[in-house]
């Protein structure tokens, strides 16, 4: 789904608003970049105002009207991390997000002060722009901005799209600004084999480390503390294990039970009476561990492994010899742990110089009952073992070759046509609307959806008559889409075209699932010197499941230099999620 679901969407036809229209003088270059380093340098004056005890609201306000539009004509303003109210038409609803709802009267309970970044403040802002694009008396910049926490020192990364105009004072303002999460951000990256296999060695040498402290009269628990901080997603999320030698209390969703099963019952607090001791083999300790993976599958980023491990006793040299399935995923700081062992079904053990493996039957379990708490030791007090550091793997698709093309022709200066109307802008929404719909149902046919899709690519987005600055929904690897050829690999999915990109599904054909529907519901629509811009949600009908989706959008519209108003700016982006 490209984002939460909707119950109520709205109505067919896309809602108009009202329509300004301001002669001002040209905006250069220079002016925009100038506007961008102001914004930078505000947003890190108002952190270092908060952090410094001094008064960042003042800071802040200041800013605000030097930097925004309001207070001298309509603002489109859909901030990062907004999810209940996306935009902030009023000075005021601006200043909530930036300082927070409890600096500020009437302020919303989900802002926490973006310009003080909840309170840790950020020590640096840098814009990079995608491209800039001068329209008559206003400005378009679109690209990414990179934030530096000033208490971590970490970067976060945001795509935006800036609008720029002259207001009567001469002053360069914002007058748009929709800003988004890269699509998806925040999702940890996939595990790859090699780190699914260095896990299980860090694993393996974890339980002859514990066995070996404990048959020195090491402190073992401590090492087994620590060794299932680095290996298991305890305290990262839900951990499903259900461990061999258990029938009482089959399962272990918390650390605590863990511990008891890996150390013995005797040596936590509050233990489970079944529990011997997995790690350090009931007091007889392992002298090795070896995996042995009948199969290693990634789906969807997370590993999974099957197969059997052998276990050899330190004090008889027997070997026991476990069936395993294991999942894994990588955690927010990058470390990949394991969703244990799913189903162990038998426990087969040999003796030294035995053949054949004699098979136990699996352990039965009589009602399962709530587990009680008890703390987990300190890692801090265990004996170092060797993190699990894992390397950064991204996913890597390599540009695909693209010749060189014919110069690109400039859009004309508005003064040669009629201004676009809001009618116009409603009008292109909703033939937009009707090509996906129409797409759709050509794909489901078996039809030509592609060249159905290239045809109303043409009709509706400036690709061949100027610059189009497009920025969709789905895509990370290849945020931008400045050509047509870059555009019909996203709406039609990279197998379609001769260059496409891997990560193109084609959005266009829901992935193939196919759109029922299209619904545009306008926040606010601005005819800005001879063009317009309209800011909004639209909400999209999946044609198998029947799911509404909602997507935030800016759109630009110009008029080309057949008459014809054709798209020139498109912004989307997943709605923020708390």
């Known amino acids: ?22 002669p001002v003088p040209t905006i250069t270059e220079a002016e925009v970049l100038a506007a961008q380093d102001l914004w930078a340098t505000s947003v890190k004056g108002i952190s270092r105002a908060y952090l410094d005890g001094e008064d960042y609201v003042q800071a802040a306000a200041d800013a605000a009207g030097k930097l925004y539009g309001y207070g001298h004509g309509n603002v489109l303003f859909k901030p990062t991390r907004c999810a209940e109210y996306q935009f902030r ?46 329209i008559g008396d206003t400005a378009i910049a679109m690209g990414n901005y990179y ?29 748009l ?40 009269g090491g402190d073992f628990v401590a090492t087994a503390g620590a060794a299932a901080g680095e290996l298991y997603g305890y305290g990262h999320g839900e951990v499903l294990f259900k461990p061999t030698r258990c029938a009482e209390v089959q ?22 009476d079944e529990d011997s001791g997995f790690a350090i083999n009931g007091g007889k300790g392992w002298a090795s561990v070896k995996y042995m993976n009948h199969q290693v599958e990634v789906v969807n980023g997370v590993g999974i492994a099957m197969g059997n491990y052998d276990f050899t006793c330190a004090t008889t040299g027997a070997v026991s010899r476990v069936e395993y399935t294991f999942n894994y995923k990588k955690c927010a700081d990058g470390k990949v742990r394991a969703a244990p062992p799913l189903a162990h079904v038998f426990l087969r053990t040999r003796s030294p110089g035995q053949g054949a493996l004699r098979v136990r039957r699996p ?27 894992v390397r950064i793997f991204l996913h890597h698709s390599s540009m695909p070759f693209k010749p060189a093309s014919a110069p690109v022709p400039a859009f004309p ?27 759709s149902a050509i794909h489901a046919k078996g039809g030509d959806y592609v060249a159905a899709a290239g045809q109303a690519a043409g009709e509706l987005y400036g690709y061949g008559h100027g610059d189009v600055m497009f920025k969709p929904t789905r895509c990370s ?53 001879g063009a317009a811009i309209a800011m909004g949600n639209y909400y999209f009908t999946c044609a198998t499941t029947g799911d509404k989706v909602k997507v935030e959008y800016v759109f630009g519209y110009k008029r080309c230099e057949d008459d014809k108003v054709r798209i020139f700016l498109h912004h989307s982006s997943v709605p923020f999620k708390a």
């Open 1 to 22: 789904m490209v984002a939460e679901s909707v119950k109520d969407a709205p109505t067919e036809k896309p809602s108009k608003a009202a329509v300004v229209t301001k």
């Open 89 to 134: 038409p009023t000075g005021e609803e601006a200043m909530s997000y930036f300082v927070g709802c409890d600096a500020v009267d009437g302020g919303y309970s989900e802002d926490s002060g973006f310009a003080i970044n909840g309170g840790k403040g950020w020590s640096d802002v840098v814009f990079f722009n995608h491209k800039v694009e001068i």
């Open 147 to 175: 934030f530096t926490g000033a208490s971590d020192g970490k970067s976060v990364k945001v795509e935006y799209t800036f609008g720029y105009k002259r207001c009567e004072d001469g002053k360069l303002r914002i007058f």
């Open 177 to 216: 600004h929709h800003s988004s999460v890269p699509f998806g951000a925040g999702l940890p990256p996939a595990v790859t084999k090699e780190e699914i296999l260095e896990v299980q060695d860090k694993w393996a040498a974890a339980v002859v480390q514990i066995s070996k402290d404990y048959m020195e």
């Open 251 to 272: 399962f272990r969703p918390t650390a605590a039970e863990a511990m008891s099963y890996f150390v013995g019952k005797s040596n936590v607090a509050e233990g489970y």
């Open 363 to 389: 352990y039965t379990s009589p009602a399962y009952h709530h587990p009680p708490s008890f703390p987990l030791p300190n890692p801090s007090d265990a004996a170092a073992l060797p993190p699990v550091q």
């Open 413 to 439: 200066t508005p003064s040669l046509g009629a201004p676009v109307s809001v009618d116009e802008v409603i009008d292109v929404q909703t033939r937009w609307a009707a090509a996906i719909k129409r797409i």
């Open 477 to 529: 690897t290849k945020q931008f889409r400045p050509t047509a050829a870059d555009a019909m690999s996203y709406f039609v999915g990279y197998k379609s075209v001769a260059t496409g990109y891997e990560e193109d599904m084609g959005f266009a054909i829901n992935g193939g699932k196919g759109w029922a529907n299209c619904v545009y519901d306008n926040h606010q629509v601005q005819q800005i010197g």
